[in-house]
Every structure is written in structure tokens, then in C-alpha cells.
């Protein structure tokens, strides 16, 4: 099967620890994404990636930090310095070519600060 | 001005009743708009895509994107209890260089009543 999956589904989190979120697809897909959902609000771009071992911050990078060393993998690790890192995590990836910009998302993680 | 935006709802409607979703943004230059359904607790799953000027219908669903208003809207024919979902819209934004960047407004969640 083809796909997104994104791992642990729920992740719990103590202060000042770091925690990292697993991110594979097997779409051959060049770009991926991580963004993060609050309740009653839109997606925010975390970090972005069009190609291996090259990424870049997106509108909230402060606090995370990302690797890109192979296609299929974009982990993202929340460290300590993100003061409020309980959310829904969302990784997305990008099949590109003209008019083929559509992001399928994993399932998420869900991380809660303890 | 928020670069997309949608009524946070709830927009209620009976089952068979057409709901009908409305989204707007404020770039011209856009070239891509979607349309995600969110369901609780779970991640966003694509349903319409539409990048010309007009309707596009798949099903059920009707996409209608007016440039000229910077308007997109989403209609559902003969709703279902299954369609009660929160509803995000998204537009595909120049970024700088070659670069996209997807912007997702907060979503409306539609209820449907049986």
C-alpha cells in the first residue's frame, strides 16, 4: 500500500524533554511537510523539504528541528525550547509537476505535554 | 487581512439539504485551490482540487472558484450524515523563488441533522 504513516499516534511529552515524530511515505514523493493544528484553528507550517538534505523553516520553526537524509523520511523533533508544543502534528507530502500540487497528509500525531 | 478565510461555523443542515461552504483569499496570484474534509480527531483527506475559473463537479461535491471575487466555494448535494466533517479550504500561494506554500484557513464544521 501506498501511503503516509506517521508514528506513535499519541506521544507524551515532560517538560524539558525532547521528543522526535516519525515521517515515512512511500509515494516517491519529492516534498514534505510538518505542520502543526491547534483546536478551532487552520494548519501552520512547521518545516518543509523539496528535496533530501535540504529543508526549510516555515512560519513556526522555533522550537523544532527537522532532517531530511532520505526521500522517504522527514522526522521532526520538538525540543525543549518550544514553550507550548501540545497539538496535533501533521506530516504531508507533495507530488509535484504542473498542476500536480496536491499534499496527502499522514494520519498525525497527537502530543501532549505532561 | 487573513490570506484565507472561512466561517468557523457550525452551519447546520438537514440530510438530503445542499450545505454550501465559502472560502476567500487575498492573493490574485494564486494558481491552486482545495478543498480538505477533516473529520474529529483525524487528519485532512483531499476532496476537490480546482484551478480554473468556474464549477467543478466530482460526485456530490461541486468546487466553484470566482478569481474575479477571489471567491471558492463547496457545494454538497443530497448531504449525508457522513458529510459532518470540518471543512478546510486551501490556497496554493507564490513563496519566494520556485517555492508554493499552502495556506489552510480554520475550517467550517458542518453539521448534518437527520
Known amino acids: 500500500d501506498g501511503g503516509i504513516t506517521q508514528s506513535p499516534k499519541y506521544l507524551f511529552r515532560k517538560e524539558g524533554q525532547n521528543v522526535t515524530l516519525s515521517c515515512e511515505q512511500n509515494?516517491?514523493?519529492?516534498?514534505m511537510y510538518w505542520y502543526r493544528q491547534d483546536p478551532g484553528q487552520g494548519l501552520r507550517l512547521i518545516y518543509y523539504?523539496?528535496?533530501?538534505?535540504?529543508?526549510q523553516k516555515g512560519d513556526i520553526a522555533e522550537g523544532y528541528s527537522v532532517s531530511r537524509e532520505k526521500k522517504e523520511s522527514f522526522p521532526l523533533t520538538v525540543t525543549s525550547a518550544q514553550k507550548n508544543p501540545t497539538a496535533f502534528y501533521l506530516c504531508?507530502?507533495?507530488?509535484?509537476?504542473?498542476?500536480?500540487?496536491?499534499?496527502?497528509f499522514g494520519p498525525g500525531t497527537r502530543l501532549t505535554v505532561l | 487581512q487573513k490570506e484565507v478565510e472561512q466561517n468557523s461555523g457550525p452551519l447546520s443542515v438537514p440530510e438530503g439539504a445542499i450545505a454550501s461552504l465559502n472560502c476567500t483569499y487575498s492573493d490574485r496570484v494564486s494558481q491552486s485551490f482545495f478543498w480538505y474534509r477533516q473529520y474529529s480527531g483525524k487528519s485532512p483527506e483531499l476532496i476537490m482540487s480546482i484551478y480554473s475559473n468556474g464549477d467543478k463537479e466530482d460526485g456530490r461535491f461541486t468546487a466553484q472558484l470566482n478569481r474575479a471575487s477571489q471567491y471558492i466555494s463547496l457545494l454538497i448535494r443530497d448531504s449525508k450524515l457522513s458529510d459532518s466533517a470540518t471543512y478546510l479550504c486551501?490556497?496554493?500561494?507564490?513563496?519566494?523563488?520556485?517555492?508554493?506554500?499552502?495556506?489552510f484557513g480554520t475550517g467550517t464544521l458542518l453539521a448534518v441533522q437527520p
Open positions: 523539504s523539496q528535496i533530501v538534505n535540504d529543508f
Open positions: 509515494l516517491n514523493h519529492d516534498a
Open positions: 504531508a507530502s507533495l507530488a509535484g509537476g504542473p498542476l500536480s500540487d496536491t499534499q496527502y
Open positions: 486551501a490556497v496554493m500561494f507564490p513563496w519566494g523563488g520556485a517555492t508554493n506554500k499552502l495556506i
